[in-house]
């Protein structure tokens, strides 16, 4: 087996590992999110997840390889997630090695709470150690963007949110893409990310 196979091979389970780890979670209802993994920076090349699959489902046909547009450079009938200029823009504007996104109810309702702020800032919080953050002021910082339909407009969106420190963006009413120079640091980001919004809503619903 060739170095660049087994490379492929390594990141393709490694992915497929996150996904059902974030399945086992319930993340991602009606085949809804998609996980893409960096295999090459220049060119940039990806795994990202089949469109319109059952996502809790672990196949062969899950992922498949993408160039830096996004189209697929594998001999499939397989597509490519919807999303995947989601991903793209990312790898292009930041460190990331591995993208998550997914639809969960705190995420949107989040989202729908703080849309005209649009952002929403966390502080006093233990978990903000999960970015690497160790001031005891320390603060993360999701901006909140709309869903556009058109989805390179919506990449467009999110790509410009970018900035140090940012570690995922909230699309309204849809869902949030998080990433980490690694899988094991997007899966942290994003679990991370999630933790904070349900305990913001449940301390919400104790109206204290
Ligand atoms: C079925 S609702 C979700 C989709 O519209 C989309 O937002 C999504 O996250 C999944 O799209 P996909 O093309 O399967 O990657
Ligand atoms: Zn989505």
């Known amino acids: 087996m060739s170095t660049t196979q087994a490379v492929y091979d390594s990141l393709w389970s490694e992915l497929a590992d996150i996904k059902d780890e974030l399945a086992a979670r319930d993340w991602f209802p009606g085949t809804s999110g998609n996980l893409s993994i960096k295999v090459s920076h220049d060119p940039l090349r990806f795994l990202v997840t089949a469109s319109g699959r059952d996502k809790r489902k ?33 790898y292009e504007k930041t460190d990331a090695g591995c993208s998550l996104h997914v639809h969960t109810i705190s995420n949107n309702i989040i989202s729908e709470l703080y849309a005209e702020q649009a952002e929403i800032t966390f502080q006093n919080q233990e978990l903000i150690k999960a970015f690497n953050i160790w001031e005891e002021d320390g603060s993360i910082t999701i901006p909140i963007v709309p869903n556009y339909a058109d989805l390179g407009q919506l990449a467009e969106a999110v790509a410009e949110q970018i900035r140090p420190g940012i570690k995922g963006v909230l699309i309204r009413n849809h869902g949030i893409t998080a990433w980490g120079r690694n899988g094991f640091e997007a899966k942290k980001h994003l679990e991370a990310l999630e933790f904070l919004f349900e305990y913001h809503l449940r301390l919400k619903q104790l109206n204290l």
């Open 58 to 90: 672990r196949t062969p046909e899950d992922f498949l390889l993408v160039n830096e547009q996004s189209q697929s450079i594998e001999q499939t009938d397989l597509k490519p997630s919807a999303e995947t200029v989601l991903h793209q823009r990312i």
